[in-house]
C-alpha cells in the first residue's frame, strides 16, 4: 500500500505531515509507540529540511510518501533545498550538565532514534531524497490469534 | 498550542495543551521569557495537556532552565505524559530537569 502527500516547507505544515504518517500508521495496524516514533523522526526530517534545506525562506516543498510492506513502513522524503550530509553531523550531547548542554542539535538524534534504516541521497536534479524505515512491532492479540 | 499562566505567589505555573512543534515552540519559549522578564524565576510547566514534542519543544524548554537557574531558579515539570517522557528520556533531559506528577507537587518543592 502506498500513500502520499505533498506539504509546504512552513513549519505550519508540520501538523499535516504528522497527520499524515499517524494516518498511514494507522492503515498498517501500528502500535501507538512505533507510529510516536515515526511521526518524531518525519517531524524533525521536516523540520530540517525547512529551516536548513530551505533556510526558512518558505516557498520550497515536501513530497511525503509512505509505502507499508509487511510489518515495514517506508518514509521517504524528497526535496528541492540545499542538500547535507548526515554523516558528517558531530554526536548529540546527552549526557552533560545543564549548564554545559548545548542548545539544539537534537533533530537528528530523534531520527537516528527513531526509526531502523536511514538512507539519504542528495541529488540538485530530482530532489534529495531521504528514506526512513521503521520495523513494526506485531501487537500482542495478532500474534495470539496466530499462535 | 495553548498556553495559559496563573501566578501563585512567587512562582509562575505555565499550563500547556496540545503539540510542540516548529511551528509553536517559539509560543512557549516567549510565555516562559516573559514570565522570568516578570522576575518570576521560579516556573512550573503543568505538561498534563501535552501529548506530543519535538525537539524544537526541548530547545524552549533547556534555555528556559539555564535562564532560570542562571538567577537562582528553575524550572520544574509536572504531569508530563509517557510519550512526552520518552522524547526527554531520549535527549537525556530527565538528568536536567526535575520532573513531578502533579502541579501541586512540583509547586510545594520551591518552598
Known amino acids: 500500500m502506498r500513500s502520499g502527500i ?4 512552513r513549519v505550519e505544515e508540520l501538523k499535516a505531515a504528522r497527520a499524515f504518517i499517524e494516518k498511514a500508521c494507522a492503515a498498517a495496524g501500528a502500535l501507538d509507540r512505533d507510529a510516536f516514533d515515526l511521526k518524531l523522526a518525519v517531524d524533525e526530517a521536516c523540520t530540517n529540511i525547512i529551516q536548513h534545506g530551505y533556510g526558512g525562506r518558505g516557498d520550497g516543498v515536501i513530497e511525503l510518501a509512505c509505502e507499508i510492506d509487511t510489518n515495514t ?3 521517504t522524503l524528497v526535496d528541492r533545498g540545499r542538500a ?3 554523516r558528517d553531523l558531530p554526536e548529540t550531547d546527552t549526557t552533560s550538565g545543564w549548564a554545559e548542554r548545548p542548545i539544539g542539535g537534537l533533530g537528528w538524534h530523534f531520527i537516528r532514534s527513531s526509526v531502523d534504516a536511514i538512507d539519504y541521497r542528495a541529488d ?3 530532489g534529495n531524497r531521504l528514506t526512513l524505515v521503521k520495523r513494526l512491532a506485531v501487537p500482542q492479540t495478532k500474534e ?3 499462535g | 498550542m495553548d498556553v495559559r499562566v496563573e501566578r501563585r505567589e512567587a512562582i509562575a505555573v505555565i499550563g500547556v495543551t496540545g503539540s510542540v512543534d516548529g511551528a509553536t515552540a517559539p509560543g512557549l519559549a516567549a510565555a516562559f521569557r516573559e514570565e522570568i522578564g516578570a522576575g518570576f524565576i521560579r516556573i512550573v510547566g503543568d505538561f498534563a495537556g501535552v501529548d506530543y514534542t519535538s525537539s524544537a519543544g526541548l530547545r524552549a524548554l533547556l534555555e528556559t532552565v ?3 537557574r542562571q538567577r537562582g531558579g528553575d524550572l520544574r515539570l509536572a504531569a508530563v505524559q509517557p510519550d512526552v517522557r520518552r522524547v526527554l528520556e531520549l535527549a537525556g533531559f530527565t538528568g536536567i530537569l526535575k520532573l513531578f506528577g502533579a502541579v501541586d507537587e512540583a509547586v510545594a518543592s520551591f518552598s
Open chain 1, 144 to 146: 495470539k490469534e496466530i
Open chain 1, 84 to 86: 547535507f550530509s548526515p
Open chain 1, 124 to 126: 540538485p536534479v530530482n
Open chain 1, 73 to 75: 513502513l517506508r518514509v
Open chain 2, 66 to 68: 539555564k535562564e532560570t
Open chain 1, 6 to 9: 505533498t506539504i509546504a516547507a
